[in-house]
T-cell receptor, first 113, second 109 residues
Framework: NAGVTQTPKFQVLKTGQSMTLQCAQD?????MSWYRQDPGMGLRLIHY???????DQGEVPNGYNVSRSTTEDFPLRLLSAAPSQTSVYFC????????????FGSGTQLSVL | KQEVTQIPAALSVPEGENLVLNCSFTDSAIYNLQWFRQDPGKGLTSLLL?????REQTSGRLNASLDKSSGRSTLYIAASQPGDSATYLC????????FGPGTRLSVLP
């Protein structure tokens, strides 16, 4: 059972470039979310989804887009990368929204030069 | 706005000690609280989930308590082992999860 799979594990971008971070889960979870983790700040919620076709903004959504066309996939798009987006990104899922047990991917370390 | 803090930021103990990690939150209107473990370069693993109506949860050598009215939770680790070395994070759920910055634990052989 793969759980939550994130790709790529590492990425270096130049300012202004765009890219998509991939996230897939095989647990048939309704709820999926993206977080960024910065030193000393804990994880901050970027966007989340409670089901296919439904997305909403979290605490720090600016500069990021998401979509949820299937239950399994929840990609995160950086439209025009900025150095402030240098961070470690985590995708997480749970059976439903409502504070259930969260399952995390292994993360993507992104550097924007 | 909910804020979550964890004290201490780092902790180093000899193997075999019992230890307590602390988590505090500013808004007591939460549905539940979850403790996670994060190993270097890895994602988070959920350890314990405490509903707001519960006082504590136990899993093996781990025991987590919740005092919603005072905005506090503790994670108790009994008979610590070097394999327990990791960063421990707490997260409270109101409308979404809000995470603390974590406590980095080192258990020395």
């Amino acid at each position: 059972n793969a759980g939550v799979t994130q790709t790529p594990k590492f990425q270096v971008l130049k300012t202004g470039q765009s890219m998509t971070l991939q996230c897939a889960q095989d647990m048939n979870h309704e709820y999926m979310s993206w977080y960024r983790q910065d030193p000393g700040m804990g994880l901050r919620l970027i966007h989340y989804s409670v089901g296919a076709g439904i997305t909403d903004q979290g605490e720090v959504p600016n500069g990021y887009n998401v979509s949820r066309s299937t239950t399994e996939d929840f990609p995160l798009r950086l439209l025009s990368a900025a150095p402030s987006q240098t961070s470690v990104y985590f995708c997480a899922s749970s059976q439903r929204q409502g504070g259930e047990k969260l399952f995390f991917g292994s993360g993507t370390q992104l550097s924007v030069l | 706005k909910q804020e979550v803090t964890q004290i201490p930021a780092a902790l180093s103990v000899p193997e075999g000690e019992n230890l307590v990690l602390n988590c505090s939150f500013t808004d007591s209107a939460i549905y539940n609280l979850q403790w996670f473990r994060q190993d270097p370069g890895k994602g988070l693993t959920s350890l314990l989930l405490i509903q707001s109506s519960q006082r504590e949860q136990t899993s093996g050598r781990l025991n987590a308590s919740l005092d919603k009215s005072s905005g506090r939770s503790t994670l108790y680790i009994a008979a610590s082992q070097p394999g327990d070395s990791a960063t421990y994070l707490c997260a409270v759920y109101g409308q979404n999860f809000v995470f603390g910055p974590g406590t980095r634990l080192s258990v020395l052989p």
